[in-house]
């Protein structure tokens, strides 16, 4: 197979980008991908351990002179989210990701590229394999499942790690240093309802697509569109005088990814084809209005299907619309402390269908635990309402800033003097390991920072090849300034 991004500088951080984007690494399936880092490590005559969970951490000895220096921990996460345009065929089970080198970019052909947190494995390979680097004492923790519910860090047993400071590689925005992050949690809503007789003769699915979508947590705040909202919508204007029955209701791929598709199947009276035809054309306008900057490509499709025997019961397609329209999705709070910071926000993931039971899946981000309760308390109190049952899964803590951090003024120092102008300390809402990490390996200095990244959890995600190359070579110097105690630190 040919290298795609041979040529490419750093050579390595790029060769290793390259060599994982062939192979398979969704969230749950990183089998091949721990083992491949796991044979890394040992290759390179390295202590490499792979724990329970799967996680791998590969430790480098100092080199001379570094020995009494502070032990940095490298950390990044192996999985990716997998999301594709909705008419492309591919497995990513099975087939590499294709990569495409596009100007300054490295982008695909219609799936996400997985440079979260790919790019961060790459870089971290590099330092491990690089004889020239000077560094201190460095332990490298590949992470698993950081996309579902942060299950690598969770099952990482503490006394496995050990350091004084740990530099997180899951930033998306160069320039910027990470210090704190929202703490989050899952929230699943279950729904079951019955079947009853169809009585109607036509039939469609409706489906809503031509959406963006984009990360839960980096994206909330850019007003656009999720699909699940939509379809809570059409469901109250097909209600609104027009006689019709559900069989279908589903949409969303990941819980993290903003919803960009939805799928309605309906029965409706054959001889009012054109009246429903109106209708969508109608709520097709009203959306492509309101989300005429950041979703311009909306679309209804209609397509007629056989119509079915049995479709659902009326008070369970009530159940569902005030479960889409009045779960909250978006900004729920933002930061007192931070201007332009999120605090608080949910986004509607995934409805899934299976008979006539329903599962709506949320991301819940706060940076606040009691308005990250106060959220989900809400979400248990429609489940109620409506007979739903309402289950919390994959809480992850918030990363507070730390005030007595070293590797901070020293980072900052490093950035002035290389590129001429200072590096912004920041604060994120997505959700980052480093909450968990500070829990199992104690209060050390943390810091996040990364390459340029566009669009990530959605197929339009692309990565910076100049960003990526000097974050890296930013990286390799700030490792090189971390020397012994009795050395100056900044």
């Given at each position: 197979?040919?290298e795609?991004?041979a ?25 091949e ?7 890394f ?12 969970v ?8 100092a ?9 940095v ?9 997998c ?5 492309l ?23 996400t ?12 390979m ?29 099952g ?9 400071i ?5 930033s ?10 929202a ?14 007789e169809?009585?109607f ?33 059409l469901?109250?204007?097909?209600k ?6 559900v ?7 990941k819980?993290n ?45 209609m ?14 397609v ?10 909250h ?6 930061s ?15 409805l ?7 599962t709506?899946?949320?991301?819940v981000r ?11 308390e ?5 489940a ?24 901070r003024?020293l980072?900052?120092?490093v ?11 920041d ?10 990490l500070?829990?199992?390996i ?8 990364g ?25 390799c110097?700030?490792?090189s300034?971390?020397?012994?105690s ?5």
């Amino acid at each position: 197979m040919s290298e795609v991004l041979a040529g490419l500088e750093p050579q390595f951080v790029f060769k290793y980008f390259e060599a994982i984007t062939r192979i398979p690494r969704e969230s749950g399936n990183e089998g091949e991908i721990t083992a491949f880092l796991e044979n890394f490590g040992k290759s390179l005559g390295l202590e490499t351990v792979r724990d329970a969970v799967n996680n791998i951490i590969i430790k480098k000895p100092a080199t001379k002179g570094y020995e009494a220096a502070p032990t940095v921990i490298l950390q990044g996460h192996v999985d990716m989210v997998c999301v594709k345009l909705d008419d492309l065929e591919f497995n990513f089970t099975k087939q590499p990701i294709p990569i495409v080198v596009d100007g300054d970019f490295i982008r695909t052909e219609g799936t996400t590229l997985g440079a979260d947190n790919g790019i961060a494995v790459a870089m971290m390979m590099a330092v491990l394999s690089d004889k020239t680097l000077a560094h201190p004492p460095i332990v490298a923790l590949f992470t698993t499942a950081e996309e579902t519910g942060m299950d690598g860090v969770i099952g990482l047993e503490p006394g496995e790690v050990d350091g004084d400071i740990l530099i997180n590689l899951d930033s998306e925005e160069e320039g910027k240093l990470l210090t704190s992050c929202a703490g989050g949690a899952n929230s699943v809503t279950i729904y079951r309802g019955g079947w009853e007789e169809n009585t109607f003769t036509g039939a469609c699915t409706i489906d809503i697509v031509g959406l963006l979508g984009g990360h839960s947590g980096a994206e909330i705040h850019k007003n656009r569109a999720n699909a699940l909202k939509l379809l809570g919508r059409l469901i109250t204007r097909l209600k609104n005088g027009f006689p019709f029955g559900v069989f279908e209701v589903y949409g969303g791929e990941k819980m993290n990814a903003i919803a960009k598709r939805a799928r309605l199947g309906i029965v409706f009276p054959k001889e009012s084809l054109t009246d429903l035809e109106d209708i969508v054309r109608e709520v097709e306008g009203t959306f492509k209005n309101e989300f005429s900057v950041s979703d311009p490509n909306i679309a209804l499709q209609m397509k007629a299907v056989e119509a079915p025997k049995q479709i659902l019961m009326y008070e369970d397609v009530e159940a569902l619309e005030c479960l889409l329209r009045l779960t909250h999705f978006g900004v729920y709070s933002m930061s007192a402390d931070v201007e332009g910071l999120v605090e608080s926000s949910n986004n509607l993931g995934v409805l899934e269908q299976v008979g006539t039971q329903f599962t709506l899946t949320n991301a819940v981000r706060s940076s606040v635990a009691s308005l990250k309760d106060a959220m989900i308390e809400e979400m248990t109190l429609l489940a109620e309402k409506i007979g739903a049952t309402h289950m919390r899964a994959g809480d992850y803590p918030a990363w507070p800033f730390k005030q007595d951090s070293e590797i901070r003024p020293l980072m900052q120092a490093v950035y002035l003097d290389m590129f001429g102008t200072e590096v912004k300390v920041d604060a994120i809402h997505a959700g980052l390991e480093c909450g968990f990490l500070k829990e199992k390996i104690g209060d050390i200095d943390m810091i996040s920072m990364g390459p340029e990244m566009h669009d990530v959890h959605t197929p339009y995600e692309r990565l910076s090849i100049s960003s990526t190359a000097r974050v890296y070579g930013y990286l390799c110097r700030v490792l090189s300034e971390i020397k012994p105690s009795d050395a100056s630190m900044a």
